[in-house]
């Protein structure tokens, strides 16, 4: 019953340096997404795919680059983090990206110093 | 664009009070609308949605939304609030060609005092 599995929890950066926000889902999900979240912003989409080989920009996509390795997984890369990247970053799934239900994992908590 | 306003961003009521969470949207078409709620270190869980049909819909723990075309409102009620209800809750529009892409409100942190 693992859901939406996100790697790391926590995680400090320094200004210009990368890493990537891991996502698994055991679900069979056809869609994920990345969302970030900011105090008195709600959550803003980064990038969504909406199915295995395919993936577009969300609302706020600058800075960040993403990759759908299979079904399953879907990667999202900060190539040179910057403070303003400082955020908890979620990732969903759906069945299908009509309109269904998202599946949250539990969020990474990112700090860029 | 598609805009969500959670018009409160936080609401005290005592257990056992009815609840009234607020929220107006933005959107051209006819939209699709949902209610998630967020405890403290988690994710977001759907409490429910409205694609059409019914104004009134039916969700988890008791909550139902309204769907007002008139006043572009789909505001969250629930009768009796318990202590567990405390949390954060968001108002979402579907926007895109398939109403996948979500566009939240800000969200109102509910407090529940016993």
């Known amino acids: 019953n693992a859901g939406v599995t996100q790697t790391p929890k926590f995680q400090v950066l320094k200004t210009g340096q990368s890493m990537t926000l891991q996502c698994a889902q055991d679900?069979?999900?056809?869609?994920m997404y990345w969302y970030r979240q900011d105090p008195g912003m709600g959550l803003r989409l980064i990038y969504y795919?909406?199915?295995?080989?395919?993936?577009d920009k969300g609302e706020v996509p600058n800075g960040y680059n993403v990759s759908r390795l299979n079904k399953r997984e879907f990667s999202l890369r900060l190539e040179s983090a910057a403070p303003s990247q400082t955020s908890v970053y979620f990732c969903?799934?759906?069945?299908?990206?009509?309109?269904?239900?998202?599946?949250f994992g539990s969020g990474t908590q990112l700090s860029v110093l | 664009a598609q805009s969500v306003t959670q018009p409160d961003i936080h609401i005290t009521v005592s257990e056992g009070a009815s609840l009234e969470l607020r929220c107006n949207y933005s959107?051209?078409?006819?939209?699709?609308l949902f209610w998630y709620v967020q405890s403290p270190g988690q994710g977001l869980q759907l409490l429910l949605k409205?694609?059409?049909?019914?104004?009134l819909v039916q969700g988890i723990k008791g909550f139902e939304a309204e769907f007002k075309r008139s006043q572009s409102s789909f505001n969250l009620r629930k009768p009796s609030v318990h202590w567990s209800d405390a949390a954060e809750y968001f108002c979402a529009v579907g926007a895109g060609e398939y109403g996948n892409k979500l566009v939240f409100g800000a969200g109102t942190i509910l407090r529940v005092k016993s």
């Open positions: 409205y694609f059409s049909g019914d104004t």
């Open positions: 969903a799934s759906s069945i299908w990206a009509t309109n269904e239900k998202l599946f």
């Open positions: 959107y051209g078409a006819t939209p699709y």
């Open positions: 795919s909406a199915s295995e080989g395919t993936t």
């Open positions: 679900m069979n999900h056809n869609s």
